[in-house]
């Protein structure tokens, strides 16, 4: 069982920034496919980025280049530093993780096991 918390969500200008974190329970976190997902109102879940264990990334094409997917080991944690925000990034923002199957941004929230509770993004024009 992995437990994943998230935290790092708020209010911000377009053109702004936030980090988000993901805290995780299990000590074999570095071996698990890592992913962040979005969720605006009235649509549908969308992954935004992910990190394998052996630390290969995917974007979105919709963050490429404003969104930066990492992990820290040592501590557990995952990150999403978000930067130029657009008032299209607000969401609720979800970290996921499993540790079967590729390890991509097109992995359908299916396929994951595990899920944060979720922090809301909010960016105003």
């Known amino acids: 069982q992995v437990q994943l918390v998230e935290s790092g969500g708020g209010s911000v200008q377009a053109g702004g920034s936030l980090r988000l974190s993901c805290a995780a329970s299990r000590y074999t976190y570095s071996t698990y496919c890592m992913g962040w997902f979005r969720q605006a109102p009235g649509k549908e879940r969308e992954g935004v980025a992910t990190i394998d264990s052996d630390g290969s990334i995917t974007y979105a094409d919709s963050v490429k280049g404003r969104f930066t997917i990492s992990r820290d080991n040592a501590k557990n944690t995952l990150y999403l530093q978000m930067n130029g925000l657009k008032p299209e990034d607000t969401a609720i923002y979800y970290c996921?993780?499993?540790?079967?199957?590729?390890?991509?941004?097109?992995?359908?929230?299916?396929?994951?096991?595990?899920w944060g509770q979720g922090t809301q993004v909010t960016v105003s024009s």
């Open positions: 996921a993780a499993d540790r079967v199957g590729m390890c991509w941004v097109g992995r359908g929230e299916d396929e994951y096991v595990y």
